[in-house]
């Protein structure tokens, strides 16, 4: 028998079953748009949380108090609970002198009460330079930022996230100018930012507090240190040779030879997106593993299925050979259907689940267009769904195929 014959044979057979070939392919269907949406929002968060860090600027070097951390990214130290004072306005004075070095902005943070009238809410602040305004790419919405000025003269003024403008003063009142509390030190509002949504090293833009460094240190803190120092290197400089510069400057303020004794941690933006770049391809991938099971199991319910298949149509398996059809033809046949039932599962759950994530796209830009939730299609997911789907009707379809063509025509012909 011509392939082209045992097609058309192949699916008149399925359309006369429509129901039965419908809810064969209902696994498939199932397994294949599960890959498809859970590739697409693994690729989606990888595309948000790297673009968020590019977001914090362009050449970026973050050095932190500790240990080197040999390569891998940790948190800082103040986070897991350990206070480590070795950078200092020494080492940003250092640094600024270093003509491969384009802007310094070092960091202190903290976490309390920010009150204005009866409103209140716990947020984090940070105590920064004017410099940190360029370095990680913040826009002033309204007002302005405050200046280097205000910072040398421990100024108590603040830039003040959306939200929390929102929550403080509500959609009527202008925060602009007006005065808000932290630890009992009044700040008056002199900005807010243009858009909220998580930032730089987590933290949620939309609530935060930025003051000056100064008035951080002597007021709210009482430290003279820096919880993290933020580096922009020189474009016209190799990255790793900015970072060879830092390493040197800070060794030598710390009066520090031996690298093993490092008291500061060095992490450039390329390490970061490499670091997190990895760690969400591999959460993709077990993403896609765990759907994958679904086929697995939609791969047996088609076997199950073509094995009743096999069963019910024993008498036209039994009149095909007595007019001359081979084992052979027999096997292509009932493969040939297999193959056409999980191909066209593979199909309709593509077009199933690029519909679910174009919903899921829109809602999410709908309600939350400050998270920049991106779409993400991933060709990949779509070849893989095709190939699996192809590889599961060759494979669970065999064994039916096999039984069918073993049939003893005579034995066929008898069964009732």
């Known amino acids: 028998m011509l392939f082209q014959d045992a097609f058309k044979t192949s699916t008149r057979s399925l359309i006369h079953g429509k129901m039965r070939s419908l809810l064969t392919m209902l696994g498939i269907v199932i397994g294949i748009a599960s890959v498809i949406v859970l590739m697409s929002i693994g690729q989606s968060a990888q ?73 209140d809410a716990t947020e984090s602040y940070q105590g920064v330079t004017a ?31 959306p939200d929390l403008a929102t929550t403080l003063f509500g959609a009527n009142i202008d925060p602009i100018n007006k005065t808000i509390r932290i630890k ?15 930032g730089a090293f987590g933290v949620n833009q939309g609530d935060i507090v930025l003051i000056p460094i100064t008035i951080a240190q002597k007021e709210l803190l009482g430290i003279t240190y820096f919880s993290t120092i933020l580096v922009q290197a020189n474009p016209a ?12 400057v800070l060794a030598q303020n710390h009066g520090i030879t031996d690298p093993n004794k490092y008291d500061f941690n060095i992490e450039t933006q390329a390490d970061i997106l490499s670091l997190l770049g990895n760690i969400t391809s591999i959460l993709t991938l077990f993403l896609a593993a765990i759907a994958s099971i679904s086929l697995i199991v939609g791969g047996i319910g088609i076997m199950n299925i073509m094995l009743v298949a ?37 199909v309709i759950g593509i077009l199933a689940g690029a519909t679910f994530i174009t919903l899921v796209y829109l809602a999410i830009s709908t309600f939350d267009p400050s998270l920049g939730w991106t779409f993400a299609f991933p060709i990949a997911a779509v070849i893989l769904g095709l190939v699996v789907s192809g590889i599961a009707g060759i494979a669970f379809g065999i064994y039916p195929a096999r039984q069918a063509a073993r049939k003893n025509p005579i034995d066929a012909l008898r069964y009732e």
Request: aromatic share 6%.
């Open 47 to 119: 595309d948000l949380i790297i673009g968020q860090v590019q977001g914090i600027g362009s050449n970026l070097i973050i050095i932190t108090p500790g240990a080197p951390s040999n390569g891998k990214f940790s948190p800082p130290a103040a986070e897991q609970g350990i206070i480590i004072t070795s950078l200092v306005q020494e080492d940003v004075n250092s640094l600024q002198r270093e003509p491969s070095i384009t802007a310094v902005a070092p960091l202190v943070s903290g976490q309390a009460d920010v009150v204005y009238g009866s409103n």
């Open 131 to 161: 410099d940190m305004f360029p370095l990680r790419n913040l826009t002033i919405g309204k007002g302005a930022a405050f200046t280097q000025t205000d910072v040398d003269s421990a100024t108590p003024v603040a830039v003040i996230g």
């Open 184 to 198: 009992d030190v009044s700040f008056r509002v002199v900005g807010v930012l243009a858009k909220g949504g998580t």
């Open 237 to 248: 400089y190799d990255i790793s040779f900015v970072t060879s510069r830092i390493t040197f």
């Open 310 to 346: 096999v069963t019910e149509r024993t008498r036209e398996i039994g009149l095909r050979k007595a007019v001359g059809a081979t084992n052979n033809d027999i096997l292509q046949q009932f493969l040939i259907e297999s193959v056409l039932l999980t191909f066209a599962g593979g």
